[in-house]
C-alpha cells in the first residue's frame, strides 16, 4: 500500500481555506491547520469586548474551522517575527498598512519550515487568481511559491486549474480533475462549494480579519510610530489601537477615551500602565492618557475627559486623576464645547 501522503493548510478562519482544506481532505489526503499569530487578526477580540457586537460570535474563527472540519490545528506565535514583515515590507503596503505579499510569503515560508519539521508532504493556502489586488494576482501567485521556497509543494486548490501542475498533482497526491479554476473577485462560486459540502455557518466570505487593511487602524498606528519616533511596537500597543475613541491634542501626548461599558471594562486593565482620568461629579468614560504630560496638558486632558461625560453642559465637572502608582487628586474643570475639539485631533 502506498503512503498516505499528508499536507498542511493555513487556516485564516474564512471561507475559501475552510473549502480549500476539505477539498483535499476529501481526496484521502490527510490534513492539519496552521495558525500564525501575529496580533493583527483578532476580530472575536472586539466582538467580546463591544455591547454594540454582542449578537456576533465571540470565537477564534480558525480554531472554529478546524472543529468544523474535524483537523488539528497548530496556533503559532509569530508576533515578534512578524514585526520586520510589517515595518519593512520588500514589495510595499496596499491601501493601508497591509504587507499584504510579504505577509503571505512569510507565512508559506513558515509552513514550509513546519512540514520539513513534522514530516508532512506539502502545503495547502485557500488563495484564488485575482481575489485580492496584491498577494492574490496571476503575476504575484508565482512569486509567493518562489520567495517561500516552498515552490511546487505550494497547492492552491480552488485556483489550480489556472496554475501549472504542482508537485502533489504530479506525483499523484492529489487529483487535478477533483481541484478547482476558481478566479476574481466574486465569491458566488465559493459559496456555491460550501453549500454543497453543507457548509452554512461561516465567517463572511468578503470579510477579512487583518486589522492591517483597516484604514482608521492604519492611521493610529502610523500616528504612534511618528510621535514614538520609531516603529517598534508591542501586542498591548496592537491591542489598545483597536479600542477606544483616541485624540491627540499636541505631539506629546494622546487620550484613549472608552465609548461604551464594555470599552471601559477593557481599558480598566491598563490602569497600571497609564494616568487614568474619569469624572467623578458626574458619570462618564474611563480615559487612558499615554505620553508625558505637564500640569497643562493634565488640565487640557480633563477637560476633554470631561466633554465626554454627562456633565459636559455643566459650569464645573470634578475629574479624577490616577497615577499609575494608584495616586489620586481630583481637579475641577469646564467642559470643552464640540467646536473646541478639532478634527484634527482625532487619529
Request: net charge negative; proline share 4%; with cysteine.
Amino acid at each position: 500500500m502506498s503512503k498516505q501522503s499528508k499536507a498542511v493548510s493555513l487556516i485564516s478562519g474564512g471561507l475559501d481555506s475552510m473549502l480549500a482544506t476539505k477539498v483535499i481532505m476529501e481526496q484521502g489526503v490527510h490534513v492539519e491547520g496552521i495558525n500564525f499569530f501575529t496580533g493583527f487578526c483578532v476580530e472575536g477580540h472586539t466582538h467580546a469586548i463591544r455591547q454594540k457586537d454582542k449578537a456576533k460570535p465571540k470565537r477564534n474563527n480558525s480554531l472554529w474551522v478546524a472543529e468544523q472540519l474535524g483537523i488539528k490545528l497548530h496556533i503559532i506565535d509569530v508576533i515578534e517575527e512578524y514585526k520586520d514583515v510589517l515595518i519593512n515590507p520588500k514589495h510595499g503596503y496596499g491601501a493601508n498598512l497591509n504587507p499584504c505579499l510579504d505577509c503571505k510569503i512569510f507565512m508559506v515560508n513558515k509552513a514550509k519550515q513546519w512540514i520539513e519539521e513534522n514530516d508532512f508532504d506539502f502545503i495547502i493556502t485557500g488563495e484564488v487568481m485575482g481575489q485580492r489586488p496584491m498577494s492574490q494576482r496571476k503575476e504575484t501567485m508565482p512569486v509567493v511559491a518562489k520567495e517561500s521556497g516552498a515552490d511546487e509543494r505550494l497547492l492552491r486548490p480552488l485556483c489550480a486549474k489556472n496554475l501549472p501542475a504542482t508537485l502533489p498533482e504530479r506525483e499523484g497526491w492529489v487529483n487535478r480533475d477533483e481541484l478547482y479554476d476558481f478566479s476574481g473577485r466574486s465569491r458566488k462560486p465559493q459559496m456555491a462549494l460550501a453549500e454543497q459540502y453543507g457548509f452554512v455557518d461561516y465567517a463572511q466570505p468578503a470579510g477579512g480579519c487583518c486589522f492591517l487593511t483597516d484604514e482608521s487602524y492604519s492611521k493610529k498606528l502610523v500616528d504612534l510610530w511618528e510621535t514614538r519616533g520609531h516603529k517598534e511596537y508591542t501586542l498591548d500597543d496592537v491591542m489598545l489601537l483597536k479600542v477606544g475613541r483616541h485624540i491627540r491634542p499636541k505631539a506629546n501626548f494622546k487620550l484613549v477615551v472608552a465609548r461604551e461599558e464594555g470599552e471601559g471594562r477593557f481599558l480598566q486593565g491598563y490602569k497600571k500602565d497609564f494616568i487614568s482620568m474619569n469624572c467623578t461629579s458626574h458619570s462618564g468614560p474611563l480615559v487612558l492618557l499615554d505620553g508625558t504630560l505637564s500640569d497643562d496638558d493634565l488640565h487640557l486632558a480633563a477637560q476633554i475627559t470631561a466633554r465626554y461625560g454627562q456633565g459636559r453642559d455643566a459650569e464645573l465637572v470634578d475629574v479624577k486623576i490616577q497615577n499609575t502608582d494608584g495616586a489620586e487628586k481630583i481637579i475641577q474643570v469646564k467642559p470643552l464645547l464640540a467646536n473646541e475639539i478639532p478634527q484634527e485631533w482625532f487619529v
